[in-house]
Structures are given as structure tokens and as C-alpha cells.
């Protein structure tokens, strides 16, 4: 079974500090994703990467970062961590998706709550 | 560009009750669909997916038909266990985008 693994399950920063969510599959997924989950807004997309070295923006990138420097890891940082981005994030891989193919399923991590302070 | 609507929870059901939870979609070209599950204090994981139109995915006595005439994709079981609370969320592949989730609560 592919693994995903995020560092942390809860932690807890505060306002201003630079933070590191860190996400590493061992199935050799080319894809890797970050997403934020909450209430009543359900999964929305913040980063995801095709391989290694590329990102592209999701729907609301605003105040993340990410890095893709192996491709079994994909860090997501919050460069001056503030309230509104107390939440919980996921990470998710999956395999290579082909102009014609588009039907790989996302494996996810188990998340981590960050509260920010 | 693509999205996802689902219908809004939360949903309170007994146990043994028939479950229907609704999804319909916006896409260009042929996405596949996915139903997605997240037990309390985990991660989502696939519970079922159809790849092209009138598929039909089943697991766990969960099933969803995808179809293009309506653009949905209803996750439907016949008769729902108190295993069965949790998030469900409906999605679309190539951008990976989810709908809102649906909270259900089965009570015994």
C-alpha cells in the first residue's frame, strides 16, 4: 500500500513564524498535492507538483510556499504564518497523469492541524 | 474551469436506512469521478471511481454511476451501518478539485 507521510499531527506556531509542513510517499508518485481542510469549505488546493523542481498554483496560494527537491518529498512553508491559516493540511501523491487518462486516485496523508497564535 | 457541487450536510441517518448523498459536475473533456472517505482523525481515502460514462464504481456496499447526460455522480447504499459516519467527498481528476464534503451520522 502507498504511504503518505506528513512529519506533524498537530502543531502549534505563532504569528509571525516562518513553518515547515513536510510530506513524504514511498511509492514513486510523480505528483504530489497540498490542500487545507476547513469546515464548510471543504479540500481546497493550495500547491501541487508534477516533478520534481516544478509547482504550480492552486486555488489559493496567497502566503504559501512549496519546495520539490526529491521527488518522494514535498514541503509546503508558510513563510510569516498568520491566524487565518490555523486549519488542517493534507498532503496527497499520485501517479503520472496522461493528457488521455486522467483517472488516478490521490492517496493521502492523515493531516496535520497547525494552530497559529 | 472544472468544479464539484455536492450536496450539504450533515446528514443524520438510523441505522439500516437507505443513503443517497448527491454530486454533480462541471468539466471539459472526460474527467474521471471519485468518492472519497475520511473516517474521524484520518486522512481521505478512495472509496470508489468510475472512469468514463455510465460506469458503475462499488466497494463496501457503496456504489455511484457515473453519468454524462446529468453530470453526476450520487454515492448511493442500500442499507448504512454505524461504521459508515464519516466525510465524504466527491471529486474530479486531472485538477484534483473536491466538493465541499457531507458529513453523515448513522445512529444505531
Known amino acids: 500500500d502507498v504511504k503518505v507521510t506528513q512529519s506533524s499531527r498537530y502543531l502549534v506556531k505563532r504569528t509571525g513564524e516562518k513553518v515547515f509542513l513536510e510530506c513524504v510517499q514511498d511509492m514513486d508518485h510523480e505528483n504530489m498535492f497540498w490542500y487545507r481542510q476547513d469546515p464548510g469549505l471543504g479540500l481546497r488546493l493550495i500547491y501541487f507538483?508534477?516533478?520534481?523542481?516544478?509547482?504550480e498554483k492552486g486555488d489559493i496560494p496567497e502566503g504559501y510556499s512549496v519546495s520539490r527537491e526529491k521527488k518522494e518529498r514535498f514541503s509546503l512553508i508558510l513563510e510569516s504564518a498568520s491566524t487565518n491559516q490555523t486549519s488542517m493540511y493534507l498532503c496527497?501523491?499520485?501517479?503520472?497523469?496522461?493528457?488521455?487518462?486522467?483517472?488516478?486516485?490521490?492517496?493521502f496523508g492523515n493531516g496535520t492541524r497547525l494552530t497559529v497564535t | 474551469g472544472n468544479s464539484v457541487t455536492q450536496m450539504e450536510g450533515p446528514v443524520t441517518l438510523s441505522e439500516e436506512a437507505f443513503l443517497t448523498i448527491n454530486c454533480t459536475y462541471t468539466a471539459t473533456g472526460y474527467p474521471s469521478l471519485f468518492w472519497y472517505v475520511q473516517y474521524p482523525g484520518e486522512g481521505l481515502q478512495l472509496l470508489l471511481k468510475?472512469?468514463?460514462?455510465?460506469d458503475k464504481g462499488s466497494n463496501k456496499g457503496f456504489e455511484a454511476t457515473y453519468r454524462k447526460e446529468t453530470t453526476s455522480f450520487h454515492l448511493e447504499k442500500g442499507s448504512v451501518q454505524v461504521s459508515d459516519s464519516a466525510v465524504y467527498f466527491c471529486?474530479?481528476?486531472?485538477?484534483?478539485?473536491f466538493g465541499a464534503g457531507t458529513r453523515l451520522t448513522v445512529k444505531p
Open positions: 496527497a501523491s499520485s501517479l503520472w497523469m496522461t493528457d488521455s487518462s486522467y483517472n488516478s486516485p490521490l492517496h
Open positions: 468510475a472512469t468514463k460514462a455510465d
Open positions: 471529486a474530479l481528476s486531472g485538477d484534483m478539485r
Open positions: 507538483s508534477y516533478d520534481v523542481k516544478m509547482k
